[in-house]
Nanobody, 118 residues
C-alpha cells in the first residue's frame, strides 16, 4: 500500500508559478512510476506528467511544467511556470507499478486545488 499526500496548491495570477509536492509513504518509493493528473470543473481527469528514469508530459504543459522526484525524501514535485487560467484544476499525485500503466495508476492522492486568475 502507498499513501500519497499532495501540497502546494493555491491561487496564483496568470503568468505566475507554483510548485506542487507529493509525499509518499508505504512501499519502496523509488520503484514506482510517479505521475500528476488534473481535473478541471466539469471535465474528466487528465494526465499531466510522469517520471521514473525518464519523464513524459501532456502537450498542453510541455515547456511550462517540470516533474521531478527526490527518492531520498520519497517525494515527487511538479514545478508549474507560466500558468494559464486553463491550468485551473484539482491536481492529483499518482503512483503506478509500471510505466505502461501510468495512466491507470495503482494509487491516488487526495488532490490539491490550483486556481489561476486572469
Amino acid at each position: 500500500q502507498v499513501q500519497l499526500v499532495e501540497s502546494g496548491g493555491g491561487l496564483v495570477q496568470a503568468g505566475g508559478s507554483l510548485r506542487l509536492s507529493c509525499a509518499a509513504s508505504g512501499r519502496t518509493f523509488s520503484s514506482y512510476v510517479m505521475g500528476w493528473f488534473r481535473q478541471a470543473p466539469g471535465k474528466e481527469r487528465e494526465f499531466v506528467a510522469a517520471i521514473k528514469g525518464s519523464t513524459a508530459y501532456a502537450d498542453s504543459v510541455k515547456g511550462r511544467f517540470t516533474i521531478s522526484r527526490d527518492n531520498a525524501k520519497d517525494t515527487v514535485y511538479l514545478q508549474m511556470n507560466s500558468l494559464k487560467p486553463e491550468d485551473t484544476a484539482d491536481y492529483y499525485c499518482a503512483a503506478s507499478s509500471r510505466w505502461g500503466s501510468i495512466k491507470t495508476p495503482n494509487y491516488w492522492g487526495q488532490g490539491t486545488q490550483v486556481t489561476v486568475s486572469s
